[in-house]
């Protein structure tokens, strides 16, 4: 009997590669989304990875806790992928608020939801690195104090505590992956490496001269998305629930992140890389590097794409959209 997902968050980057691996592996996928005015374009990541035709989309809201009880009793999932968030951490300074119901509560509303209309199906909470802000530890693992150091991060970590809760007061199957940051082509187009990408895309076809970029200090352990929705799976195929980082183990900071993009189509990244204050963060995190040894070790998993490699498809996947004028989120402004 081949099982049935609902996956939150499906028009993102992560829902886009987790729906293509489900699917792959058999699985009947239904995909939340938000109505919106421009129904059209929230579609865009799914049909460029091919799997429009195939996800089931049913309308909810991450902030409406009837329509997700409507949708989990109509799906019955035998698995449920919380990744809809607001997750840009920038943004999360300016709507500190809805960030918090969004990504802090909105998942409470999921856990409800499941518990109330499927309280078998196990569950899969998206937990991110920067929870690990001010890191207190050379090496972030599970057992790694946090130290958010942004609405975002303090928002996820209490979606954190949650799903731990749920899972210990209603023995749920409930598990939280704490990726590191993981990038592809797919990226939104306000993330650094994708920020980085598309300029170099655009310098290199001659329709930019400039990139403003803020902290080039800042450190970051960077993965392939493609990598990390296979760990996210592999967590619900476990007997028992549980919390596990995923992460290269490698850091690597903005500047070096940046030369390998603009090397990658032989320009000398220091010609065109300006820094703009205005893009520095209230509150930075400056260091983050995972140690991904206990997903290893239980799960299995470990990542197959560098950041060399991914970066370079990246910049292939921005050549090819700047070179077709209709390519949407190519216009979206950086
Ligand atoms: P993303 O591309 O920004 O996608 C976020 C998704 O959430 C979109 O589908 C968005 O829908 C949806 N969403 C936002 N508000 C919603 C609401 N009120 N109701 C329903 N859906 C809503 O994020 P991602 O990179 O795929 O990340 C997936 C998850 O992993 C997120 O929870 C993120 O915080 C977490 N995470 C990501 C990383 C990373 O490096 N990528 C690392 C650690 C954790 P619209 O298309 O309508 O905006
Ligand atoms: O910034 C620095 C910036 O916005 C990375 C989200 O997926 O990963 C992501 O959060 C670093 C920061 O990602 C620019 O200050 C410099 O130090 O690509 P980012 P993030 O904040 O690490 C985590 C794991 C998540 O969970 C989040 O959802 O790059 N930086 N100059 C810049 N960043 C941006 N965006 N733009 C710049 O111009």
């Known amino acids: 009997m081949s099982k049935t997902a609902l996956i939150t968050g499906v028009t993102g980057q992560d829902g886009a590669y987790l729906s293509q691996l489900l699917l792959e592996k058999g699985y009947t996928v239904y995909g939340l989304m938000r109505r919106s005015a421009s129904q059209e374009f929230l579609t865009e990541r799914l049909k460029w990875i091919g799997v429009l035709d195939d ?24 698995e449920v992928y919380n990744l809809a968030a607001q997750t840009f951490v920038h943004t999360s300074f300016d709507q500190p608020l809805l960030t918090a119901q969004v990504t802090g509560v909105g998942a409470t509303h999921m856990l409800e939801a499941v518990r109330l209309a499927a309280p078998g199906a196990k ?41 731990g809760n749920y899972r210990e007061s209603y ?7 704490i990726l590191f940051n993981h990038e592809s082509p797919l990226r939104g187009i306000e ?17 930019a001269k400039t990139l403003d970029l803020g902290n080039l200090d800042a450190r970051r352990d960077w993965g392939h998305a493609r990598d990390y929705v296979r760990g996210m799976w592999m967590m619900l195929q476990q007997p028992t629930p549980d919390d596990y980082v995923l992460a290269t183990g490698r850091t690597v900071t903005v500047r070096d992140m940046t030369k390998a993009a603009f090397d990658h189509v032989g320009l000398n990244w220091e010609d065109h890389v300006q820094v703009s204050n205005r893009l520095f963060r209230p509150a930075e995190v400056d260091f983050l590097l995972g140690d991904p040894a206990k997903a290893r070790r239980v799960l299995g998993w470990e990542p197959t794409i560098g950041l060399e490699e991914m970066i ?21 402004p950086a």
């Open 123 to 163: 569950f899969y909470q998206a937990s991110s690195s920067e929870m690990f802000g001010k890191a207190q530890e050379k090496m972030q693992s599970e057992t790694t104090p946090f130290y958010p150091r942004s609405p975002y991060a303090a928002a996820k970590l209490y979606a954190h505590w949650i799903t």
């Open 312 to 332: 370079g498809e990246m910049v292939d996947a921005d050549l090819e959209r700047r070179r077709q004028a209709g390519d949407v989120r190519a216009r979206v």
């Open 55 to 78: 996800v089931n989309l049913i309308h909810g809201d991450l902030l409406d806790l009837a329509s997700l009880i409507h949708v989990v009793n109509q799906v019955k999932p035998d």
């Open 171 to 177: 023995q749920m199957h409930a598990s939280c992956g």
């Open 191 to 207: 993330f650094v490496t994708r920020k980085v990408t598309d300029a170099v895309a655009r310098i290199k076809l001659g329709q």
